[in-house]
C-alpha cells in the first residue's frame, strides 16, 4: 500500500503490505502453500527460491507488522519465543542481557535454562527504577530486554527514559509488546532498537495461531535477524500468517472493546471484599498511572488481582467456577481467560523470585475480551460467591 506511513492507525491495520493479488485480483492475500518455487533458468527466478527464505504470504504479514509499529521491517517466527531466541542468537558467550525482573516464564525459562548455558550473562532488575537500570550497565551489557506492561504484574518502565540510557551506554534495546500491541503503544518511537511480540495474542485474537515477530529500525538488524530466520528456519506457515494477518484487520476495534471492558471490571474488582489488590495501569491507585497515560493509548485490557487472605485455595476455588472467563493459559484473544501465574505462565520461575516481584500463590491473572460487559461482570460475581474465607465459614457455623 502506497503511503503507509500517512495513514492512520485503522486503515494501516486493514491495508498496509496487503495489495490485490496481481494473478487473480483477490482482494485477501493468497496462502502461498508451497515449499519451493519454479525457476527459469538456475539461479533465474520471480524472487522466491525456498519458502523457508521467502513466501509472499508470510512477506505481507511482515510488511504489515512493520507498518504498524513505524519500523524498518519486521521479520517472523514460529512463535513468540521463537523470535525472542532470534534476538538472542545476535549475541555472543559472556555478552549480559539485563531484562525486568517482573516478566513472562518463559522469557525466564528461555534465558535461564537456555542461553546461560552458552554464556549468555542474564540481570534481573526492576527496570521502573531508572537508577538501577543506569548501574547495571556495564562495558559486557548488550541488550535491555524490556517487558511493558510486564506480565503478571502490569509494572510499566518508561521506555524512552530506559532507551535514552541505553543509547548513552552502546547498548541495544528490545520491548517485548504484546501486553500492548501496537495499537496502545509504538516502541520504535520512543527510542526502542527493536519490539517483539508473541502474535499469538492481540495480534491475531482468536486463538487459533502461533506465531511470534521482531520489528526492527534499522537495515543492519533486519538483516541479521533474516539471516537467523533463514539459517534456524523456525518460520510460521503460510496459513498461520494468513490468519493473524486476518485478524489485525480488527486490532483496533478488538482492543478498544476489550480495554473499556478492562477498565470497568478492575473497578469492580477494587470495591469487592474478597479481593485485596487489583493491578491494571488504568486505575488511578495504580504507582504509574501518569507514565500509562502518557505512554500508552490506553491501559490494556489484562488485570491482576490478588484474593484476600493470600490464599491459594481461595484463588482456585474462583478459577474454578468461572463460566464465562475460561480457565486457559494464553491471552489476547476476543474471548475471556481466566489463569493463575503461579502454576500456570510463570511455573518455571522459582518461588522466592516471584515473590520478589509480588506474585504470590493467591494472584489471578484475567485476559478481558469483548463479551457483554455484564456477563463479565456476573461471572465473576457468581464465582468469587463461591469462595469461603475463615469468618464466611464462622458465621454459617453459627
Known sequence: MKKSKEHKFATKAIHAGVDPDPFSGAVMTPIYQTSTYAQEAPGVHKGYEYARTQNPTRQALEANLAALEDGYDAICFASGMAAMDAVLRLFNPGDEIILSSDLYGGSYRLMTKVYEKYGLVSKFIDMRDLTKVEAAITPKSKLLWIE??????????????????????????????????????????????????????????????????????????????????????????????????????????????????????????????????????????????????????????????DMVGDSYEAAKMMMSNTEVFTLAESLGGVESLIGHPASMTHGSIPKEERLKTGLTDSLVRLSVGIEHLDDLIADLEQALKEVKLPEDEASSIS
Open 148 to 305: 511493558t506492561p510486564t506480565n503478571p504484574m502490569l509494572q510499566l518502565t518508561d521506555i524512552q527514559a530506559v532507551c535514552a540510557i541505553a543509547k548513552k551506554h552502546e547498548v541495544l534495546t528490545c520491548v517485548d509488546n504484546t501486553f500492548a500491541s501496537p495499537y496502545l503503544q509504538q516502541p520504535l518511537k520512543m527510542g526502542a532498537d527493536m519490539v517483539c511480540h508473541s502474535a499469538t495474542k492481540y495480534l491475531n485474537g482468536h486463538s487459533d495461531v502461533i506465531l511470534g515477530a521482531v520489528v526492527v529500525n534499522d537495515k543492519k538488524l533486519s538483516d541479521d535477524l533474516h539471516f537467523v530466520q533463514n539459517a534456524v528456519g523456525a518460520i510460521p506457515g503460510p496459513n498461520d500468517c494468513f490468519l493473524v494477518l486476518r485478524g489485525i484487520k480488527t486490532l483496533h476495534v478488538r482492543v478498544k472493546q476489550a480495554c473499556k471492558n478492562a477498565k470497568k471490571i478492575a473497578k469492580y474488582l477494587v470495591a469487592h471484599p474478597k479481593v485485596r489488590n487489583v493491578y491494571y495501569p488504568g486505575l488511578k491507585t495504580h504507582p504509574q498511572y501518569e507514565l500509562a497515560k502518557r505512554q500508552m493509548r490506553k491501559p490494556g485490557a489484562m488485570v491482576s488481582f
